[in-house]
């Protein structure tokens, strides 16, 4: 992985635990994924109108991206209706590369070395002792199946969206679309279980959400775009970085307990990166 493309990923890992963080602070973290996923639509559709349409069978890797992304977003928000921000966040995160290596072995034409796969390997230790403090400080263990579902999906559009936008040859076509259908699906999901009423929010709601909605569409086009030109089992791996940002402003911001268990699994997860760079 190139230089430049590795530092665009670590960046795109700081904005995406700060939209994580976003939501973990609202009251209604289903409203408000609901507000941020709203907003990514409407600026994929702006970004939509300069980019050509997909053509194809590149619509339907566009459909199940946007599908897997729902699914991920439902599944994180339940999560973090149970736990906090520094506990959901790594278990969500953290199990996803080790599924993407595993399938990727299988179904990917990339080329990853045996030091990355080590790398990959801490990475997913570090943040799974992140989140074994559930088991020990009694903390809702019903959060833990919902973060692995988070994972799964994740795991899910990270080869589908890796694989489609190569089949597209174009990123930002391809993260312009998936939002667009992303929201679609959303919508329809949520206002069906939930009715009408989860669409009533402030004005500060929807300037938060909008926010998020932003930080979130920039991290995964950055993130899009670096599966392009880099293995995605390493960009995946790269970006669950963002648990350390996520364990910082969960401590920091909201005011989250920590302990030095999560400080051991931060040095983890940092050699990892380190063997995936040397």
């Known amino acids: 992985m190139e230089f430049q493309v590795f530092l665009a990923v670590l960046f795109a890992a700081v904005l995406h635990a700060s939209w994580n ?8 973290r289903f409203q408000g994924m609901l507000l941020l996923t709203l907003s990514q639509g409407v600026m994929g559709l702006a970004m939509a109108l300069f980019v050509p349409l997909p053509s194809g069978t590149v619509w339907i890797w566009v459909i199940g991206s946007g599908a897997l992304h729902t699914a991920y977003k439902l599944f994180l928000a ?10 959901v966040y790594p278990i ?13 072995c299988f179904l990917l ?15 997913g230790v570090g943040v799974i002792m992140m989140a074994n403090g559930a088991f020990r400080s009694g903390e ?17 559009y990270s080869l589908v969206d890796g694989m489609g936008a190569r089949v597209a040859g174009d990123a930002t076509m391809f993260t312009a679309w998936l939002f667009v259908f992303d929201a679609m699906f959303f919508t329809i999901f949520t206002g069906s279980t939930r009715g009408r009423r ?6 500060r709601a929807w300037t938060i959400g909008t926010v998020a909605g932003a930080l979130s569409l920039v991290t995964y086009w950055i993130a899009v775009w670096a599966m392009t030109v880099a293995p995605i089992a390493l960009v995946a791996a790269v970006r669950e970085t963002s648990v350390l940002f996520a364990v910082i402003i969960g401590v920091v911001v909201l005011k989250e307990k920590t302990s030095l268990g999560k400080f051991v699994a931060a040095s ?11």
């Open 21 to 28: 963080a976003v939501i973990r602070r609202g009251n209604d």
């Open 268 to 278: 983890v997860i940092v050699f990892g990166i380190v063997i995936i760079r040397i």
């Open 140 to 156: 809702t263990r019903r959060l833990i199946p919902l973060a692995l579902g988070s994972a799964a999906c994740t795991a899910g």
């Open 198 to 203: 989860v669409f009533v929010a402030s004005r």
């Open 78 to 87: 339940a999560a973090y209706q149970h736990g906090d921000l520094s506990r």
């Open 109 to 123: 034409p990339d080329s990853v070395q045996t030091k990355e796969y080590l790398g990959i390997a801490l990475i």
């Open 92 to 104: 969500a995160r953290g199990t996803a590369p080790m599924m993407v290596v595993l399938v990727g």
